[in-house]
């Protein structure tokens, strides 16, 4: 009995440390690696919250299941901590990039061109901002081919086009996707809101620091100057038109009393009556035109009746 009670709190000792193990792997699989200085924050956990981005589609794609935290009101709760673990994890792949400029950012709707921009901006990426043209990675004539070695894009469903090319000549793929994305030739899927204006330029915010502070541009320690607002897509319909305040001066008396100014321009044009000087025309070096018509006989009436005789025979005897 007593041998059996040793084997039993053996057991139990056992279990313990396999799965203080496991747990120690689980966390060592993450991007963070359980590390306080790649963990999320909690001024990021409340910019993402704020954005929506943990706000999800009605539909769920079987492949996009496991980032759903649960399912509320029919929209679908996406995990916040794995969405930052997919977001490190390409910041990591972005950053492994030697020359920033082959890193391809796409983004075919108006609600994150103006993100893809700022991102190649202060990443140094080539963006695609607006229609891609198909045959941009395939078609070697025209004059926007590029070979690029990484490709980022906003939506997988708008920018399909740029995924089937890429699947072509072997180009890995990141992009943003919602619950309800298909993710054919996706090779990195972070979930989040891709239908919000805040939620997509405040991911490739993110996206851009953390490639930044893994280069070394940015360090950790000190605050990124760049704000997220720059990075949101803004209509030009509600853009106030900013107008120069024109300060309302009114005149003093000595300026009613005041002699009235020499106008030059009427001292110049005062004379308008005069005859213009004309230039001469210069003589012709042409001879003159000679005459072909007969000259009118002076006093003749040309209303007058003739006396010939039309009809008759005005031969000429030639000999």
Same mark, same amino acid.
């Given at each position: 009995?007593?041998?059996?009670?040793?084997?039993?709190?053996?057991?139990?000792?056992?279990?313990?440390?396999?799965?203080?193990?496991?747990?120690?792997?689980? !966390?060592?699989?993450?991007?963070?690696?359980?590390? =306080?200085?790649?963990?999320?924050? !909690?001024?990021?956990?409340?910019?993402?919250?704020?954005?929506?981005?943990?706000?999800?589609?009605?539909?769920? #794609?079987?492949?996009?299941?496991?980032? $759903?935290? !649960? =399912?509320?009101?029919?929209?679908? $709760?996406?995990?916040? =901590?794995?969405?930052?673990? &997919?977001?490190?994890?390409?910041?990591?792949?972005?950053?492994?990039? +030697?020359?920033?400029?082959?890193?391809?950012?796409?983004?075919?709707?108006? @609600?994150?061109?103006?993100?893809?921009?700022?991102?190649?901006?202060?990443?140094?990426? #080539?963006? *695609?901002?607006?229609?891609?043209?198909?045959?941009?990675?395939?078609?070697?004539?025209?004059?926007?081919? =590029?070979? %690029?070695?990484?490709?980022?894009?906003?939506? %997988?469903?708008?920018?399909?086009?740029?995924?089937?090319?890429?699947? @072509?000549? #072997? *180009?890995?793929?990141?992009?943003?996707?919602?619950?309800?994305?298909?993710? &054919?030739?996706?090779? /990195?899927? *972070?979930?989040?809101?891709? &239908?919000? /204006?805040?939620?997509?330029?405040?991911?490739?915010?993110?996206?851009?620091?953390? $490639?930044?502070?893994?280069?070394?541009?940015?360090?950790?320690?000190?605050?990124?100057? $760049?704000?997220?607002?720059?990075?949101?897509?803004? +209509?030009?319909? !509600?853009?106030?038109?900013?107008?120069?305040?024109?300060?309302?001066?009114?005149?003093?008396? +000595?300026?009613?009393?005041?002699?009235?100014?020499?106008?030059?321009?009427?001292?110049?044009?005062?004379?308008?009556?005069? +005859? %213009?000087?004309?230039? /001469?025309?210069?003589?012709?070096?042409?001879?003159? &035109?000679?005459?072909?018509?007969?000259?009118?006989?002076?006093?003749?009436?040309?209303?007058?009746?003739?006396?010939?005789?039309?009809?008759?025979?005005?031969?000429? #005897?030639?000999?």
């Amino acid at each position: 009995s007593g041998i059996n009670a040793e084997y039993g709190d053996y057991r139990i000792l056992s279990s313990i440390w396999l799965l203080s193990v496991v747990r120690y792997f689980l !966390k060592q699989l993450n991007m963070s690696g359980g590390l =306080k200085v790649l963990a999320l924050q !909690k001024e990021d956990v409340t910019k993402m919250l704020a954005a929506g981005t943990h706000l999800g589609a009605g539909n769920v #794609n079987f492949q996009m299941l496991s980032y $759903v935290f !649960k =399912k509320r009101n029919d929209v679908c $709760v996406i995990d916040v =901590k794995k969405t930052w673990e &997919k977001l490190l994890l390409a910041a990591r792949v972005i950053a492994s990039i +030697e020359n920033p400029a082959d890193v391809c950012v796409i983004s075919s709707r108006n @609600y994150g061109q103006r993100a893809v921009l700022k991102f190649a901006l202060h990443t140094g990426a #080539n963006a *695609i901002a607006g229609r891609f043209t198909p045959g941009t990675f395939t078609n070697q004539i025209q004059a926007a081919f =590029k070979e %690029p070695r990484l490709l980022v894009v906003t939506d %997988p469903s708008a920018d399909h086009q740029a995924i089937m090319e890429s699947s @072509y000549v #072997n *180009i890995p793929v990141i992009a943003f996707c919602n619950t309800d994305s298909p993710t &054919k030739y996706v090779d /990195i899927a *972070i979930p989040c809101n891709i &239908k919000s /204006i805040h939620s997509v330029g405040l991911m490739w915010w993110l996206l851009a620091r953390e $490639v930044r502070r893994m280069r070394g541009d940015t360090p950790r320690t000190l605050e990124w100057d $760049v704000m997220p607002d720059l990075y949101f897509f803004r +209509e030009e319909t !509600k853009e106030e038109e900013e107008t120069p305040d024109v300060p309302d001066v009114q005149p003093t008396q +000595e300026t009613y009393n005041a002699a009235p100014a020499a106008d030059a321009f009427a001292a110049a044009t005062a004379d308008v009556t005069a +005859e %213009p000087n004309t230039m /001469i025309a210069p003589a012709s070096t042409f001879p003159p &035109k000679e005459e072909w018509a007969p000259e009118a006989t002076a006093g003749a009436d040309w209303g007058a009746e003739t006396t010939g005789d039309w009809g008759a025979d005005n031969t000429v #005897n030639w000999d």
